[in-house]
């Protein structure tokens, strides 16, 4: 079982920046794949970003490509989310997942939240125009 707490959110000026964290309990943080969804009011969740074991490999939905980087510290149990030039559309409640099965089929596995086994309880971030 893991459990996962996200902090960081608030409330920032389009074109500023935030940084979302993730803690992770457990001993097992490393063998996971992370994954960073959002989900505005009325719409579905969506995702944003995802980082597999290796650091080196990450996936971006288009909509934040350029703008936002995924990034884990395996020995603090973290994986980050990066925010830089905000725009009111990414205003949503933002939750990280983790996946056992290491998203082991890359960009398709990573955007189905069904590819994830656990999840947190979400950040609130707004963007004011």
């Known amino acids: 079982q893991v459990q996962l707490v996200e902090s960081g959110g608030g409330l920032v000026q389009a074109g500023g920046s935030l940084r979302l964290s993730c803690v992770a309990s457990?001993?097992?943080?490393?063998?996971?794949?992370m994954g960073w969804f959002r989900q505005a009011p009325g719409k579905e969740r969506e995702f944003v970003a995802a980082?597999?074991?290796?650091?080196?490999?990450?996936y971006y939905a288009d909509s934040v490509k350029g703008r936002f980087t995924i990034s884990r510290d395996n020995a603090k149990n973290t994986v980050y989310l990066q925010m830089n030039s905000l725009k009111p559309e990414d205003t949503a409640v933002y939750y990280c997942?983790?996946?056992?099965?290491?998203?082991?089929?890359?960009?398709?596995?990573?955007?189905?939240?069904?590819?994830?086994?656990?999840w947190g309880q979400g950040t609130q971030v707004t963007v004011s125009s």
């Open positions: 997942a983790a996946d056992a099965g290491g998203l082991s089929g890359g960009i398709y596995s990573a955007m189905r939240p069904t590819s994830y086994d656990y």
């Open positions: 457990g001993r097992t943080f490393g063998s996971y794949a």
């Open positions: 980082i597999r074991r290796s650091v080196s490999v990450t």
